[in-house]
């Protein structure tokens, strides 16, 4: 095992977490968060629902743990982006890299459903109690990149608030789309309008 990576154990767990929470999220787009069950989820996904409870308390959870995953891989990738590099260009890469593969063209029914599985109360209310850890392990990625304390200074939690508005901002317009846009290019342009300063519009 290489120094730092993770092992096959670990990496074994990540795969099981990953594929129950994706399970989670198709089924309820598909049939909504209220009509599916533990065992639906762990039937998709392979395993038991004793295994399922060893990774998730909640369906809420096995949902959201896809955009913790994606903030604090941004995270790691940030920690990694060449020394050189402007704070929001290395911002911006850090936060488009979880999206790697993501289709140009999304499907209008697939973003209807998830329109519908985030309006769901348990859902809102487990990705706000989520929200701190996403925010304080990128918020330490931007102190570690600027010479900032992430307990002490403003700096770096600002940094942080704000990318993580874009990144919301980015997929409510997303999700809102007619005709449908690429989810990456709405990231990219709200990340490029933070590092401009947000200047007026009607200005230009």
């Given at each position: 095992?290489?120094?730092?990576?993770?092992?096959?154990?670990?990496?074994?767990?990540?795969?099981?977490?990953?594929?129950?929470?994706?399970?989670?999220?198709?089924?309820?787009?598909?049939?909504?968060?209220?009509?599916?069950?533990?065992?639906?989820?762990?039937?998709?996904?392979?395993?038991?629902?004793?295994?399922?409870?060893?990774?998730?308390?909640?369906?809420?959870e096995?949902?959201?743990?896809?955009?913790?995953?994606?903030?604090?891989?941004?995270?790691?990738v940030?920690?990694?982006?060449?020394?050189?590099?402007?704070?929001?260009?290395?911002?911006?890469?850090?936060?488009?890299?979880?999206?790697?593969g993501?289709p140009?063209?999304?499907?209008?029914?697939?973003?209807?459903?998830i329109?519908?599985?985030?309006?769901?109360?348990?859902?809102?209310?487990?990705?706000?109690?989520?929200?701190?850890?996403?925010?304080?392990g990128?918020?330490?990625?931007?102190?570690?990149?600027?010479?900032?304390?992430?307990?002490?200074?403003l700096?770096?939690?600002?940094?942080?608030?704000?990318?993580?508005?874009?990144?919301?901002?980015?997929?409510?317009?997303?999700?809102?789309?007619d005709?449908?846009?690429?989810?990456?290019?709405?990231?990219?342009?709200?990340l490029?309008q933070l590092?401009?300063?947000?200047?007026?519009?009607?200005?230009?």
């Open positions: 095992m290489t120094k730092g990576q993770p092992g096959l154990r670990e990496r074994k767990k990540a795969a099981t977490r990953e594929a129950l929470s994706w399970a989670a999220l198709r089924l309820a787009v598909e049939r909504g968060l209220e009509n599916v069950r533990v065992e639906d989820i762990a039937a998709a996904a392979g395993v038991s629902p004793r295994t399922y409870n060893n990774y998730f308390s909640s369906k809420a096995a949902i959201v743990h896809r955009h913790r995953e994606r903030i604090l891989r941004s995270a790691e940030l920690r990694q982006r060449p020394a050189g590099e402007p704070l929001w260009e290395a911002l911006t890469r850090a936060l488009l890299a979880p999206y790697d993501m140009e063209q999304p499907d209008p029914q697939w973003t209807a459903g329109r519908l599985v985030l309006r769901e109360p348990a859902l809102q209310a487990e990705l706000m109690r989520d929200g701190a850890r996403t925010a304080a990128l918020a330490a990625a931007v102190a570690a990149r600027t010479g900032t304390d992430p307990h002490r200074d700096y770096p939690k600002l940094v942080t608030a704000a990318a993580l508005a874009a990144v919301k901002a980015a997929n409510d317009q997303y999700l809102a789309a005709p449908p846009v690429p989810f990456q290019s709405l990231l990219a342009e709200a490029r590092a401009a300063g947000l200047p007026d519009p009607s200005h230009q």
